[in-house]
């Protein structure tokens, strides 16, 4: 079954309205982009340059959709670049991140210039051109593991990796441009969204493509407990939170309030795929013990009362769709080596 690529975002509050997407190259990134084209948005896609004109997850965008897409590449860091990219807009969604908790474990100094200043550059921008609408993509992770469960927006902030700090010093950035300068900014803060076209690096998509390519699945901590969001049900959050004049200077949880170990997703995943193979945990897989995160499970009342957003796609659902497709586009993908 293939994914439905119909908008989910209806009226006409888009139309006309010019709209950037930072880190839309990305696996939630070029889905934001495809629902605001279909939408009715002039949408600026801001994408990290490479030399071979890469232009991520975007490619998998049909051709019409793609056409109606302005490319800009540049860096977060270059705050020339994020100045003219956010020059003439209506609504900037900032989601332009690193995003690997290993490779921040390797790399702290690349992830926070990126995520922190990245941020600011974009904050500053914002506040330049008096941009209206400012929707700052924050992550679960940023809660660290749960001290109560389910998490709700004014659960203690604990940066257990260098990731997670960053994405802190983002989120408080971007409240203190709210709180100082008025800046209309939201922090919307998805949980563990997965589906088509994300990076193997989660654990959703490494085990769909080891089950497809490997004999075995080898993963890390079973135990952990995750909040998994479908990626149209992320998407519909945030552009909600952009609509809403109500959001401006609120932090919003978007995911299902519900938990699945990793353990039981795999089972589940194979279920789903008519598969029996093997799961084997690697130690070296895990995290440092300390930076763990074993709980993460949202609580999204604020964002029922708010966006009127809760999820329609039961977690089962969105696996269908999601492995359907990866089916179809395992080319793009490595099998794991054990």
């Known amino acids: 079954m293939l ?11 888009w139309k006309g309205k010019r709209a950037l997407v930072t880190g839309a190259a990305g696996f939630i990134g070029s889905h934001l982009v495809e629902e605001l084209v279909g939408a009715g948005a002039s949408v600026r896609a801001f994408v990290r340059y490479t030399s071979r004109g890469d232009v991520g997850m975007l490619e998998d965008l049909e051709g019409a959709v793609f056409d109606e897409v302005e490319i800009f590449y540049g860096d977060l860091r270059d705050k020339s670049a994020v100045e003219k990219a956010l020059e003439d807009v209506d609504v900037v969604f900032h989601l332009g991140a690193v995003i690997s908790i290993p490779y921040s ?3 702290p100094e690349e992830v926070v210039h990126v995520n922190v200043m990245g941020t600011l550059s974009v904050l500053q921008s914002a506040l330049k051109f008096k941009i209206p609408r400012v929707v700052h993509v924050s992550t679960s992770e940023v809660y660290g593991t749960a001290q109560y469960v389910p998490i709700d927006e004014n659960h203690p902030k604990r940066g257990q990796s260098p990731y997670s700090a960053s994405k802190i010093g983002a989120d408080e950035l971007a409240r203190s441009f709210y709180l100082t300068y008025g800046l209309p900014v ?22 769909i493509v080891q089950a497809l390519k490997a004999e075995e699945i080898h993963l890390g901590n ?5 909040d998994f969001t479908f990626v149209k049900d992320t998407v519909r959050g945030l552009v909600k939170a952009a609509e809403r004049d109500e959001t401006v200077g609120q932090e919003i949880n978007l995911g299902t309030g519900k938990g699945w170990s990793i353990g039981e997703t795999a089972r589940i995943v194979l279920d789903v795929l008519g598969v029996d193979k093997k799961i084997v945990v690697e130690r070296d897989r895990f995290r440092p013990e300390k930076s763990e995160v074993y709980r993460l499970i949202s609580d999204n009342s604020k964002a029922k009362e708010l966006l009127s957003w809760s999820p329609r796609y039961s977690f089962e659902e969105g696996l269908k769709i999601t492995v359907d497709w990866f089916k179809e ?7 794991e080596v054990p």
Do not use: C, W
């Open 3 to 13: 994914m439905d690529m119909s908008t989910e975002t209806k009226g006409e509050f």
């Open 105 to 107: 474990y390797l790399n």
């Open 329 to 335: 586009h395992l080319e793009l993908y490595r099998r």
């Open 222 to 226: 079973l135990d952990t407990v995750r």
């Open 186 to 207: 939201r922090i919307v803060r998805p949980f563990n969204t997965f589906g088509p076209r994300q990076s193997q690096r989660a654990v959703i998509s490494t085990i």
